[in-house]
């Protein structure tokens, strides 16, 4: 059992079609029919004989590279602050239970809070009346609304969960006793997670960050509230499909479609068993 | 996967339920004569009752919840459903079918969408109308004088985007004053604008007066030059599709008469 831990698991389902109870199938199709049929609605809309005019203007390569760039950046900082968070996160199963729950409930809370509010709680602790942003725009004149810097926190605020709960979910999962067996041939503890824990979690780090990326990638409502709205600036793809909805509807469409394309083939990269890492 | 198998099968049904009970009812127009359960008996002379839907411009969101409440009160068995919004957004939810009795827009231009689109064969009628205003934090902080003060790359400036009304409003009042404005965000409507003047992270936004009206003391108002020549006008138009049309014409008419002028005066709104 040991030994085939450690294997990659066979892709599920693989030559079982039968595995589904006939049953499932009318609720499933109704559940794939609901999430597509919104898209293929919105792929009918699109003028494909302005797609090329609109491919190649300034303004939605503006966009699109601050969007890439943006995303990626939150995603770094979701790795570089997330991983440890969820490493804290699965290790906390001997902290009593109402610390625990606390915890996750608020590692969890930007999922389930309406990015416009937390735009509004950015600004709120980092806008130059906020919080933190007040001081730090007494002393050093520095403001961190309606700039790119702004753009990524907003991104990396929402985003960082889905990381830090998938990758969690790796933690947990994994393979504690050789962690043990490390620290008996006397590995310090950073060298444990370094060399043993990390390896071992690598492919749901690597399915977290694509999910953030993806998410980093869609945010409007956090980005529009905290780092406003500027070409070349703070104007993300979603900002700029949004607001092309207002006077253009057929580049809002053509924006749509191009995000719409990179986000399916972030996700596509996706294995199949990372996905599943985040169920367990 | 192998603990709850039990547990997960009544779940996942439930859910597949309650999915199915969204779409069956999503599918059902929202307005519509339909009993709305009062049941009193009270039915006025005008026979008015029901649903009616009303889409309105967000700068309209005082205004209008006062005209809703006077005409709920002078039709007790109409419910007034009020959809607030950016006019061009409410105009794209009308032109793609949804079920709207009556469109009150910021700007002839996203009105003419919908006449245009043959959603309303009558005239639309301007019922209101609104000009400029600089709306700075309480205190003016960064001392805005005017809108020459938009050109200073020092001050941190919010407009309106140019493709919402109050933006293109906008953009004609700075180019009449010559000003350059060198905004720091575009706004995707003019509540957002003045949400950053309220929170004080913004020296200067260009919003409707009726704005700085509603925002009440955390915010100023600076008369900007030439406002009074770029009105914007509001109009109102009842749809050929309405689902309630009599209630439809009857508000059309409420909002041009005596209350729906006293109502929007106090608003700050201009009354033609």
Redesign the interface.
């Known amino acids: 059992m040991t030994a085939l831990e450690t294997k990659p698991r066979p892709p599920r389902g693989d030559g079982h079609p039968s595995g589904v109870p006939a049953v499932?199938w009318l609720?499933a199709g109704?559940?794939l029919a609901?999430l597509v049929l919104p898209l293929v609605a919105l792929v009918g809309q699109v003028p494909w004989g302005d797609t090329v005019g609109l491919l190649v203007s300034p303004a939605i390569g503006e966009a699109l590279w601050l969007s890439l760039g943006t995303a990626a950046a939150a995603t770094g900082l979701s790795l570089v602050l997330g991983v440890p968070l969820a490493w804290v996160l699965a290790r906390s199963s001997m902290w009593p239970a109402p610390a625990r729950r606390a915890l996750r409930a608020l590692v969890t809370v930007p999922l389930v809070l309406p990015p416009v509010v937390g735009g509004v709680a950015l600004?709120?602790l980092l806008?130059?009346?906020g919080m933190l942003g007040g001081p730090l725009y007494e002393w050093t004149g520095i403001?961190v609304?309606?700039t790119t810097t702004a753009v990524v926190l907003a991104q990396t605020f929402v985003a960082m969960p889905f990381l830090v709960l998938a990758v969690e979910g790796s933690l947990r999962s994994a393979d504690h006793r050789l962690d043990a067996a490390a620290a008996t041939l006397g590995a310090s503890r950073w060298r444990i997670f370094a060399r043993i824990t990390l390896p071992l979690v690598a492919p749901g780090v690597t399915a977290g960050a694509v999910l953030c990326f993806a998410r980093a990638l869609g945010e409007f409502g956090a980005t529009?509230?905290f780092?406003?709205?500027?070409?070349g600036v703070?104007?993300t793809m979603p900002?700029s499909a949004?607001?092309?909805?207002?006077?253009?509807?057929g580049s809002a469409y053509v924006i749509s479609l191009i995000l719409l394309v990179v986000s399916i083939v972030v996700l596509v990269s996706l294995r199949e068993k990372w996905v599943g890492g985040l169920?367990? | 996967m192998r603990p709850g198998r039990g547990i997960r099968r009544p779940l996942v049904s439930l859910a597949c339920a309650a999915l199915t009970l969204t779409i069956i009812s999503g599918c059902t127009p929202g307005g519509g004569p339909t009993d709305d359960g009062r049941g009193d008996g009270s039915l006025e002379a005008d026979g008015l009752r029901g649903t009616l839907t009303v889409f309105a411009a967000a700068s309209l969101t005082d205004a209008f919840g006062a005209i809703a409440d006077d005409f709920e009160a002078a039709h007790p068995d109409v419910t007034v459903v009020l959809n607030l919004g950016g006019s061009s957004a409410l105009a794209e939810g009308i032109v793609s079918g949804a079920p709207v009795d009556v469109f009150a827009a910021a700007s002839a231009a996203t009105m003419s969408t919908i006449t245009d689109g043959g959603l309303s064969t009558e005239t639309p009628q301007t019922f209101a109308g609104n000009t400029l205003e600089i709306a700075v934090p309480a205190g003016n902080p960064a001392d805005i004088t005017g809108l020459e003060s938009f050109a200073d790359p020092e001050a941190v400036i919010a407009l309106c985007a140019p493709e919402v009304p109050c933006g293109a409003a906008s953009t004609r009042l700075l180019a009449a004053a010559g000003v350059t404005p060198v905004a720091d965000t575009l706004e995707q409507d003019v509540r957002a604008a003045l949400t950053k003047v309220e929170l004080g992270e913004v020296d200067a936004a260009l919003v409707y007066a009726t704005d700085v009206l509603a925002a009440g003391d955390a915010v100023e108002g600076i008369e900007a030059a030439g406002a009074a020549d770029v009105v914007s006008a509001y109009p109102i138009v009842a749809l050929t599709a309405a689902p309630n049309p009599d209630a439809a014409e009857a508000f059309v008419a409420f909002v041009l008469g005596d209350v729906g002028r006293e109502a929007l005066a106090a608003a700050g709104f201009l009354i033609p």
């Open positions: 499932l609720p109704l559940a609901f600004l709120l806008g130059r009346r403001q609304p309606f529009i509230t780092a406003g709205n500027l070409p703070t104007q900002l949004y607001l092309a909805l207002q006077s253009d509807p169920a367990s």
